[in-house]
């Protein structure tokens, strides 16, 4: 009695509450597993509602302040200034081009790539490297794990999407100034697959991918 006194003072109520209650009578160690949430359609319409409301004004500010500046002196080219470097306007690339295409760049070539959903359209992800795309996507990376589960979710709710790649590879060789330049293109447009942008998106893709 005692000991029971004891335990039941130590043992927080959130850690009880993992022990299932008809599990206890065989089993007192089996631990129920959380249930895997996910977004319905509405939920998932909605969060990308947010994110594509916001980059259409950061592109409309971007589009209105070249205008004001167009006769000013350039100081460095547009692709390396995040204000004037449009993603929607690079060309295109199959997303999943890596696993049974020619690598569309040379090995070695330093670009900073974009994931982009075009039937939105919205700007998923900004990265940088300097090795071929193709390199730095067969091996780990979160974000093709996220964008699986971007399009699974899609396909499950019968939404169009139109997930594709682009690249800049008109960008500084030095590494210091291509990370610049990529923090601020993810600052810009608060691209929610970004661990930056987080705070302002959540992470609703990172459960799926993690499970």
């Not at 996910?38 to 990308?48: F, G, P, T």
């Not at 295409?101 to 070539?109: M, V, Y």
């Not at 008109?170 to 987080?198: G, M, Y």
Request: charged letters at 25%; proline letters at 6%.
């Amino acid at each position: 009695m005692i000991f029971a006194t004891i335990f039941s003072t130590f043992m927080p109520d959130e850690q009880l509450n993992l022990f299932s209650v008809a599990d206890t009578v065989t089993n007192p160690y089996k631990v129920q597993r959380r249930p895997t949430l996910e977004m319905s359609s509405s939920a998932l319409m909605a969060w990308k509602s947010r994110i594509a409301n916001f980059q259409a004004q950061a592109r409309q500010n971007s589009a209105a302040g070249q205008t004001s500046l167009l006769f000013e002196l350039d100081t460095k080219p547009a692709h390396w200034d995040a204000e004037k470097l449009d993603p929607f306007e690079l060309p295109r690339k199959p997303w999943d081009f890596y696993r049974d295409r020619p690598d569309p760049l040379s090995e070695g070539q330093a670009n900073i790539y974009f994931v982009l959903d075009h039937s939105v359209p919205l700007l998923l992800y900004v990265g940088e490297t300097k090795l071929s795309i193709k390199q730095r996507w067969k091996g780990v990376h979160d974000c093709k794990d996220y964008i699986d589960a971007y399009v699974s979710l899609h396909r499950k709710y019968g939404m169009d999407f139109a997930v594709n790649m682009a690249f800049n590879v008109s960008v500084p060789s030095d590494r210091t100034q291509r990370l610049a330049l990529e923090r601020d293109l993810i600052l810009r447009w608060r691209s929610p697959f970004n661990k930056e942008c987080w705070r302002y998106w959540g992470q609703p893709f990172r459960s799926y991918a993690k499970s």
